[in-house]
């Protein structure tokens, strides 16, 4: 009673599709997909600012 199966998942589906729209959850899954990897960008210029204090700390 506690899990759903897959076709309560495949219900749910076709109701998001029939609500929204096929092209407006297209433009959704864009948008989060760019905010994903503007996210991962930020990340990782972060992680490489960090490495040259962390070097400097340490020969102190």
């Known amino acids: 009673m506690g899990s759903f199966s897959l076709w309560h998942w495949l219900i749910v589906l ?3 599709v029939l ?3 096929t ?3 297209r433009n959704i ?3 989060v997909g760019g905010a ?3 996210f991962k ?3 990782n210029e972060g992680k490489g600012e960090s490495k040259p204090e962390e ?3 340490k020969n102190k």
Do not use: R, T
Request: hydrophobic letters at 50%.
């Open 23 to 25: 092209k407006k959850l």
């Open 55 to 57: 070097l400097s700390d």
């Open 36 to 38: 994903v990897n503007e």
């Open 14 to 16: 076709l109701i998001v």
């Open 41 to 43: 960008k930020a990340v």
């Open 29 to 31: 899954g864009g948008d």
């Open 19 to 21: 609500v929204f729209g």
